[in-house]
C-alpha cells in the first residue's frame, strides 16, 4: 500500500559524497522510525542509520559515524543520508525503510516497509 522509493545513488571516487533520499508515496507518513540499511553482495544486510520520526533521534553505526548525517523531512514525508568521504567498503544497494517498533534496532525484520534500493558504488 504505502510505497518506499530511494534515489540518489551512484558511482562516485573514494572521498566523494552522496545525498541519498527516500520519498514515501503517502502525504503524512507516520512511522514510529526509519532506517537505512544497506547490503553487498553475499553478505546479510546491516544497518547504517536510524532515525525516530517524531522527535528526530538519530544513530549511527560506528562504520559511518562522523561522516554520515541522518535526516527526515515530515512535511515531504522524506529521510535522507547525506554521506561524505564514502570508501570502497561503502559499495552496496542501500535500501530504505520503516518500523513501527519503538527503538533502534538492527536486525531487517523489525522494519515493516523497504524501498527497492538505490546502488552506491565507491570506486578506489
Known amino acids: 500500500q504505502v510505497q518506499l522509493v530511494e534515489s540518489g545513488g551512484g558511482l562516485v571516487p573514494a572521498g566523494g559524497s552522496l545525498r541519498l533520499s527516500c520519498e514515501a508515496s503517502?502525504?503524512?507518513?507516520?512511522?514510529?522510525?526509519m532506517a537505512w540499511f544497506r547490503q553487498a553482495p553475499g553478505k546479510e544486510r546491516e544497518l547504517v542509520s536510524h532515525i525516530s520520526w517524531m522527535g528526530g533521534a538519530t544513530h549511527y553505526e560506528d562504520s559511518v559515524k562522523g561522516r554520515s548525517t541522518i535526516s527526515r523531512d515530515k512535511d515531504k514525508s522524506t529521510m535522507y543520508l547525506q554521506m561524505n568521504s564514502l570508501k570502497p567498503e561503502d559499495t552496496a544497494i542501500y535500501y530504505c525503510?520503516?518500523?513501527?517498533?519503538?527503538?533502534?534496532?538492527?536486525?531487517?525484520?523489525?522494519?515493516?516497509?523497504w524501498g527497492q534500493g538505490t546502488q552506491v558504488a565507491v570506486s578506489s
Open positions: 503517502v502525504r503524512y507518513f507516520s512511522p514510529s522510525s
Open positions: 525503510s520503516a518500523s513501527q517498533y519503538v527503538g533502534v534496532f538492527r536486525t531487517p525484520s523489525r522494519y515493516d516497509l
